[in-house]
């Protein structure tokens, strides 16, 4: 009885890490049964089964997390019958939120861990922000537009996601005093990449980046590996251009 006893112990220590690690892998639990998490759960079932998983994303945390973060939320009213169509929609002041997937692909390449810090540039609409947040400890995000701003941070807020930070500002520096960040992510198109950033990457950090000009860009993955970046190409995007700073000569 003793053996016994001692194995179904060992079973239940077992049985409790792995429940944890799934949580710590997955994000926070399940959407509740009320509040914003709680509308459109099948809309946002549909869009990670036809747009996300169908095209190859996989990671178990940014699929709990795009289920879980009511995307409608982060964008205005005129617009939120798609909110879950696989395309961009406008969010005002000439800017997008973009398309699920392209979110979600960004998102897996960084390679995030529970404990990440994760920079990004160019907030909009808060959504990205969100799913991130979902999966990470800390999340610091710069939006150049003040507008969109102070939008994004209110709705963050609503939503209850105390990990992220948000700044107006012109992301082209960064956010130096918090760094270095162990990803960044640019939701804007530079059309070289900002060597600002690539400091801000700690050792083994990742960067999903667009560059390139209207029409002609690619999203790279940059990893830092000691005093060298390497660069690999993913494949084509169309993003709003980077402005500030980065348009100087």
Avoid at 104 to 118: F, I
Avoid at 202 to 210: D, E, K, L, W
Avoid at 230 to 247: A, C, H, K, N, S
Wanted: net charge neutral.
């Amino acid at each position: 009885m003793g053996g016994a006893t001692r194995r179904r112990r060992v079973s239940a220590v077992r049985l409790a890490l792995g429940l944890l690690l799934v949580s710590a892998c997955s994000g926070p639990a399940l959407p509740p049964t009320s509040g914003p998490f709680a509308e459109r759960v099948e809309e946002r079932e549909r869009m990670v089964v036809e747009q996300i998983e169908a095209r190859g994303v996989r990671g178990p945390a940014v699929l709990a997390a795009l289920r879980r973060v009511p995307r409608h939320h982060f964008m205005p009213e005129s617009v939120r019958p798609r909110a879950y169509f696989d395309r961009a929609l406008p969010i005002g002041h000439g800017q997008t939120i973009s398309q699920p997937f392209i979110v979600a692909s960004m998102t897996e390449q960084l390679g995030l861990r529970p404990d990440s810090r994760v920079l990004e540039i160019g907030t909009g609409s808060g959504y990205q922000a969100a799913v991130l947040a979902e999966i990470v400890a800390e999340v610091y995000t710069i939006e150049i537009v003040e507008p969109l701003a102070e939008r994004a941070s209110a709705t963050l807020a609503r939503l209850g996601y105390p990990n992220v930070r948000v700044r107006a500002g012109d992301g082209y520096r960064g956010w130096p005093e918090a760094a270095p960040f162990d990803a960044i992510v640019v939701t804007a198109a530079p059309e070289r990449i900002p060597q600002t950033l690539v400091d801000q990457l700690a050792p083994g950090g990742r960067m999903v980046i667009p560059v390139g000009g209207r029409g002609d860009q690619d999203l790279l993955r940059l990893v830092r590996e000691g005093d060298t970046v390497r660069e690999e190409t993913l494949y084509d995007v169309l993003f709003v251009p980077m402005t500030g700073e980065i348009q100087e000569p």
